[in-house]
Every structure is written in structure tokens, then in C-alpha cells.
């Protein structure tokens, strides 16, 4: 009977991407830690940086796979796709970024951008810059995500704030704001899902 690949061992999936004899070296060496894997203020030699593209590569695969889903379908029925494109896109970043993923009238998404990158603890978001690029996209409604370095997912006061600013700016060009999500580690905390919006 042949093992499906939701059964074999972080070794072994790993394996299947750089090889079976570098990926149980690799995964020591980081600690068997599959989120150190990716750790980009690690000290990098040539066979890390060899096995950090690789993954990468399959991540960026996973991840534009999920996006071209998204294209298709209303993403209000697909709300685990979205975080789990949210959690490839912005996991392991070690500043913060802030992403919009703009949707058609049938919330589909026609693009996702990074509009901002900021610091270990913040980014300066204008809302202006955000209504003129919906604008340019003729987005009818908006997600939004960033991420929090720190690992902790929780939304603070601030991101309320920079929430209500962004709705109320895209109120009055009839776009809607579907959602925010805060991705830390594994984790994303939905504004919807909270109450928040």
C-alpha cells in the first residue's frame, strides 16, 4: 500500500524537494525545526542557501497555486485558502509587511500586492496610496493582511485604528473591506472572524 504525502515524516517530505541524504542533515541542523528552515538571520553556507531555495521554490508554488484558485472562485467560500495563502506569503518575515489582496464584484481576486514594508515593529500605511491603487486595479472589495515579526498574531489598538482609517476611505469610492488578517508563526487572526470590522 503506498503512503500518501499527508503520512510521511517532515524528513521524508523534505526529502521529495532536495534529496533524502541533505534534508535529514538540514533538518538537524536546524534544530528539526521546520519553521528555522527558512530563517533568514541564520548564518547561510552554499548547501543552505541551496536548500532554503529549493523550499522556497515549492512555497512560491503552493503559494501562486492558491492565488490562481482564489481567481476563480468567491473567496468568501474559500476563507481557509485564503489564510493559507496569507500564511505562504507572509510567515518567517522578519519585518513587516502589508498586504492587500483586491477582488472583483463576484470576490475574486485580480491581484495581491505587498503595498508597504516597514520595520521589526511597524509599518506606515497611507490610505491614500491604497484607495488610488484600488482605483487602478477597479477593485470592488479588499482583504487585508500584515504580519507581526514578534509571533504574536493577536491585532493591537493600532491595527484597529489603521482598519477603520483604510474602511473609511474606501467607503467612499463603494469598495468594501472583506476582512484583515494578523499572521504570526502559524497563526492568522481574522478581523471578520473577531468582530473587528
Known amino acids: 500500500m503506498s503512503r500518501?504525502?499527508?503520512?510521511m515524516s517532515d524528513v521524508e517530505v523534505l526529502g521529495l524537494i532536495v534529496g533524502s541524504a541533505v534534508a535529514d542533515w538540514y533538518l538537524q541542523e536546524a534544530g528539526g525545526s521546520l519553521?528555522?528552515?527558512?530563517?533568514?538571520?541564520?548564518?547561510?553556507?552554499?548547501?543552505?542557501?541551496w536548500v532554503q531555495s529549493?523550499?522556497?521554490?515549492?512555497?512560491?508554488?503552493?503559494?501562486r497555486s492558491l492565488l490562481q484558485t482564489l481567481g476563480t472562485r468567491d473567496v468568501l467560500t474559500e476563507p481557509d485558502r485564503v489564510r493559507e495563502f496569507l500564511?505562504?506569503?507572509?510567515?518567517?518575515r522578519t519585518r513587516e509587511v502589508f498586504v492587500v489582496i483586491f477582488m472583483d464584484a463576484q470576490n475574486r481576486v485580480i491581484a495581491s500586492e505587498e503595498l508597504f514594508q516597514g520595520t521589526l515593529t511597524q509599518t506606515s500605511v497611507y490610505p491614500r496610496e491604497v484607495v488610488r491603487r484600488v482605483l487602478a486595479l477597479n477593485a470592488a472589495s479588499v482583504i487585508?493582511?500584515?504580519?507581526?515579526p514578534s509571533?504574536?498574531?493577536e491585532p493591537s489598538h493600532?491595527?484597529?485604528a489603521l482598519t477603520k482609517a483604510l474602511k473609511l476611505a474606501l467607503a467612499l469610492v463603494d469598495v468594501a473591506?472583506?476582512?484583515?488578517?494578523?499572521?504570526?508563526?502559524?497563526?492568522?487572526?481574522?478581523?471578520?472572524e473577531r468582530g473587528l470590522l
Open 151 to 153: 509571533g504574536v498574531a
Open 144 to 148: 487585508f493582511a500584515h504580519n507581526h
Open 35 to 49: 519553521s528555522a528552515l527558512l530563517d533568514e538571520a541564520t548564518d547561510t553556507g552554499p548547501t543552505r542557501q
Open 177 to 192: 473591506v472583506l476582512d484583515h488578517f494578523v499572521v504570526a508563526g502559524t497563526g492568522a487572526v481574522s478581523f471578520a
Open 87 to 92: 500564511l505562504l506569503t507572509l510567515s518567517g
Open 4 to 7: 500518501t504525502i499527508e503520512g
Open 54 to 63: 529549493r523550499v522556497r521554490a515549492a512555497a512560491e508554488l503552493m503559494r
Open 158 to 160: 493600532a491595527d484597529q
